[in-house]
């Protein structure tokens, strides 16, 4: 993605969304209008980034539902000031409902940059760029929108699916959700036509678009996450020219963005005054660490996405994963205190609050656990599972596994998967991938019983509640919040809330 380009195309994505009532016969000047803009590749570009723009501000806050819900992480609770937090502690503590604002700026988030994707597709459709220039910015457009439904259908069940815009607001209020099964073949369709068009590799300067490997590697998950398990074998082994990272803690170091390993991260750019930073580590880190694990003080650690002592037991002895990944402790003062942090994101950088860090989304480990889940739920452990698994702990400085049965290769790859993946808003989606609603529930449940039993965190004298870790088989799904409801009263709400 283009970084320079990005201030402009987020101007042009907020145009997009301005009343086309001429109410004064004025135009504002300072502003890009749509009629006049989609006219070369330049201003394409810059409207696609700005949907990567979007998906910048979609990331910053994707680990409150795809890491807190599940056993990988838990939050450092504020005693002194509970303010807005349990927003976003209830993603922790399973005590979500429909009012939840959290809930309703995901749903917002989403459609936003949707409607954008929509409307750059349908004005590129009508332009007369070369195809050589036009296929590209088509596929990458189409691949966002697939990864865009791919979260919204797993996160709410049956979803709003459009793929062109309504001309008028009225027309809004006819839309209504779509089956599932409608909206994961919507998805499949859009990876299936971004993989043909999109390039292996990109100049140097557009580094970090979507590939034709980001497509193939999100369509394989996708056929994955459906159990269509032929379909992602022959999918993932498509996606070449990757390969692990000698170094594990490679693929998170702002100094090795986007390297031998990286299929597609979320581009961040940070020590400048543009906007387009990250700030991972302040949001994770422990709350009272001051500047001792940001290295600036003056900004506040939010002490989320804390890694819980179930995640930190899940790694074996002599894993190279583990300290790359996490702190069981920091010293702050010349004292030691024990509430662990994650250090996947935590590198030294210039300006307070401003971190230089991507996003991993896609890495070729995932590729190589994906195909050996698959080939495993297909036709057993086969030698070539056991090898697709094996490159991965090898580079983790484990041992390969051997003499696994079916049910027993299906355990290790989810905690490979767990271990490999940690923190990268993989572990929920993989919970609800391999579980049924009642499976996880159960699941979930007695993880809560060990965390009120032996907290990762102190809570500072505040008592679990009785709703705290109260898992129900409806919770599989989020719900639909409650302001869409009462804009819409056709968009019915999800069972239990």
């Not at 990286?262 to 543009?274: K, R």
């Not at 809560?448 to 919770?475: H, L």
Request: charged share 20%.
């Amino acid at each position: 993605m283009n970084q320079k380009l990005l201030l402009v195309a987020l101007l042009v994505c907020t145009t997009q969304f301005s009343c086309t009532e001429d109410f004064l016969s004025t135009t504002d000047p300072t502003r890009i209008g749509t009629e006049v803009f989609y006219q070369n590749e330049t201003q394409f570009l810059q409207a696609l980034n700005g949907v990567y723009g979007q998906l910048q501000s979609i990331t910053n806050s994707a680990y409150i539902f795809k890491e807190l819900p599940s056993d990988n992480t838990t939050v450092d609770l504020n005693p002194l000031d509970r303010g807005n937090a349990v927003r976003w502690e209830a993603f922790e503590f399973s005590t979500v409902n429909a009012g939840n604002t959290e809930i309703g700026g995901l749903w917002n988030q989403y459609y936003s940059a949707l409607y954008n994707t929509n409307y750059t597709l349908e004005r590129l459709t009508e332009s007369d760029l070369d195809p050589s220039v036009k296929g590209p910015i088509e596929g990458q457009l189409k691949f966002l929108r697939a990864y865009f439904y791919s979260d919204l259908v797993q996160y709410f069940g049956d979803v709003v699916l459009v793929t062109s815009t309504v001309d008028n607001p009225n027309q809004a209020f006819d839309l209504v959700r779509s089956p599932q099964a409608e909206v994961w073949a919507q998805i499949e369709t859009d990876l299936s036509d971004a993989a043909a068009s999109l390039p292996a590799t990109y100049p140097d300067d557009q580094v970090g678009s979507a590939t034709k490997g980001a497509a193939l590697a999100l369509l394989g998950k996708v056929y994955l996450t459906q159990k269509k398990y032929d379909e992602a074998i022959a999918t993932l082994k498509q996606v070449t020219g990757y390969s692990l990272t000698p170094v594990y803690a490679d693929n998170f170091d702002p100094s090795s963005k986007n390297g031998p390993e990286s299929i597609f991260e979320v581009q961040y750019q940070g020590g400048n005054d543009l906007g387009e930073w990250s700030s991972f580590a302040y949001t994770f880190a422990p709350r009272a660490s001051e500047g001792a694990i940001t290295g600036f003080a003056n900004t506040p650690p939010g002490g989320r996405n804390i890694p819980t002592n179930d995640l930190i037991a899940a790694y074996e002895p002599g894993d190279l994963r583990k300290d790359a990944s996490l702190q069981t402790s920091y010293m702050l003062n010349d004292s030691v205190v024990n509430v662990p942090y994650i250090t996947k994101f935590t590198y030294p950088h210039t300006i307070s609050g401003r971190t230089d860090n991507n996003w991993p989304v896609l890495r070729y480990a995932d590729v190589l656990l994906m195909l050996a889940e698959a080939i495993n739920e297909q036709s057993g452990p086969t030698s070539e599972a056991f090898g697709y698994l094996s490159q991965v702990r090898r580079r983790a400085g484990l041992d390969d596994l051997v003499g696994l049965d079916q049910a027993a290769f299906r355990t290790a790859v989810m905690k490979e998967r767990r271990v490999e993946l940690a923190f990268e808003n993989q572990r929920w989606f993989d919970l609800k991938r391999t579980m049924t609603p009642a499976e996880l529930a159960a699941f979930m449940n007695a993880y809560g019983a060990r965390e009120k039993a032996n907290p990762t965190v102190s809570r500072g004298g505040i008592s679990f509640t009785a709703q705290d870790y109260d898992y129900s088989d409806y919770e599989y799904y989020l719900p639909i919040p409650a302001p869409e409801i009462l804009l819409n009263s056709d968009l019915t709400q999800n069972p239990g809330y």
